[in-house]
């Protein structure tokens, strides 16, 4: 085997296939990268090469063998970004409103990923491959905020196991429509693909995983609520189901609020929705390190504006 390929490992916590555990406790691992892990060989279970419909029991320990990255096939692109903290391991971004995070069709250029090429060229993790080279998590496209981004496959590895064990610290801002009558609260609903739009995510028991939100109330505006939301899960538009599952989408939503008339009135281009604050442990030093942004321009204004409605 190579030797510049690197080794770690992981102790199964619960039964079930191979390449099925693999892409459901890695999040932001594509089926395809894991399944082309385990074609090659570069996935272990117990130091045996094993089929991607293997059975893992608890307590099996898998191995997964990363090759080093390879040269990008992303166009770099001289886009500015808001760099908040850089160093050997990691880049840490505020991402503007309207940027998709990573290449996919009908999105080939003016990513994130094109400009995080262009600044950083082959120092950046390639785990996920090289259409989202460094991505360890994502943001939407209209969801402004704080990503992580990893230079190295070893910081790539330690901060996904943070994402798998819910140990980030993950909080958003929003604005939802209509008046919570809670103060605080907890939402521990399954999230999963919904069977009729498979561009949705809905709350369901079919083919679903565990997902956590914990909301708490900010201020209370004239038909409309300030909150701030804390992921213990990171489900595909968590936050945004979740709220709307439980009456209070968020303003400017374009897929999961119903009213769309609110979005025309008030001129939005996406869902008032923000990536506040991000911490975890640094992959190296192992210390807890935290990033906070203030609220762009446009989340500020609209909140003035509904405020001069009381």
């Known amino acids: 085997m190579d030797e510049k390929i690197e080794a770690f490992s992981y102790v199964v916590e619960e039964a079930g296939r191979l390449d099925l555990y693999l892409t459901s406790s890695f999040d932001d691992y594509s089926r395809t990268y894991i399944q082309k892990l385990i074609k090659e060989d570069h996935v272990l279970v117990n130091g045996v090469s094993r089929r991607a419909s293997y059975i893992l029991k608890k307590d099996d320990v898998v191995t997964l063998q990363v090759k080093p990255p390879q040269e990008t096939a992303v166009l770099p692109e001289d886009i500015q970004l808001d760099i908040l903290y850089d160093d050997d391991d990691i880049v840490i971004v505020n991402k503007k409103q309207g940027m998709v995070v990573h290449p996919a069709p009908g999105n080939n250029s003016g990513t994130l990923v094109n400009a995080l090429v262009y600044h950083y060229k082959d120092k950046l993790s390639e785990v996920n491959g090289v259409l989202r080279p460094g991505i360890v998590h994502r943001i939407d496209k209209d969801t402004a905020g704080i990503l992580v981004v990893a230079k190295n496959t070893k910081a790539h590895i330690d901060l996904s196991e943070q994402f798998k064990v819910h140990s980030i610290t993950r909080v958003y801002h929003a604005i939802v429509v209509g008046n919570m009558k809670e103060d605080k609260g907890t939402i521990d609903k399954p999230i999963g693909r919904s069977e009729k739009d498979r561009k949705k995510m809905e709350v369901t028991t079919k083919n679903s995983r565990r997902a956590v939100t914990n909301f708490r109330v900010l201020e209370q505006l ?89």
Not at 243 to 272: A, C, M, V
Request: glycine fraction near 6%.
């Open 222 to 310: 004239d038909g409309f609520t300030h909150v701030a939301c804390r992921l213990e899960t990171g489900r595909t538009h968590q936050i945004r189901v979740h709220l709307s599952y439980i009456g209070y989408p968020i303003l400017g939503d374009q897929t999961y609020q119903r009213n769309q008339s609110l979005n025309e009135k008030y001129s939005l281009e996406g869902q008032l929705l923000f990536a506040k604050k991000l911490g975890f442990i640094h992959p190296t030093t192992r210390e807890y390190i935290e990033f906070e942004v203030e609220l762009p321009d446009y989340f500020k204004e609209m909140l003035e504006r509904l405020k001069a409605r009381n």
